[in-house]
Nanobody
Framework: QVQLVESGGGLVQAGGSLRLSCAAS????????MGWFRQAPGKQRELVADITRSSVTNYVNSVKGRFTISRDNAKNTVYLQMNSLQPEDTAIYSC????????????WGQGTQVTVSS
């Protein structure tokens, strides 16, 4: 079992930046892949970025070059640095974790709101 707590959301103007953090409980963080998902009103949840146990990263095309996912295993934390934010990035952002050495996202945080004004 792992608990995930996100922070860092808020309101920002277009072109601005935010950094989201997701702190995980437990001692198995470094054995889990981690991901950031988002869901905008009326849209399906989508995977924004993920990072493997060995820190290989993957991004949805719409955020490539603007968002960066990273992890600090010593702090049991995964980050999402979001630059050049656009109104279409407005959504609830949630982090997720796989089971140890797994590939399916099983554990979810409560989400944090990101709102980008034009």
């Amino acid at each position: 079992q792992v608990q995930l707590v996100e922070s860092g959301g808020g309101l920002v103007q277009a072109g601005g930046s935010l950094r989201l953090s997701c702190a995980a409980s437990g001692r198995t963080f470094n054995s889990r892949a981690m991901g950031w998902f988002r869901q905008a009103p009326g849209k399906q949840r989508e995977l924004v970025a993920d990072i493997t146990r060995s820190s290989v990263t993957n991004y949805v095309n719409s955020v490539k070059g603007r968002f960066t996912i990273s992890r600090d295993n010593a702090k049991n934390t995964v980050y999402l640095q979001m630059n050049s934010l656009q109104p279409e990035d407005t959504a609830i952002y949630s982090c997720a974790a796989t089971s140890p050495f797994g590939s399916t996202y099983t554990y979810w945080g409560q989400g944090t709101q990101v709102t980008v004004s034009s």
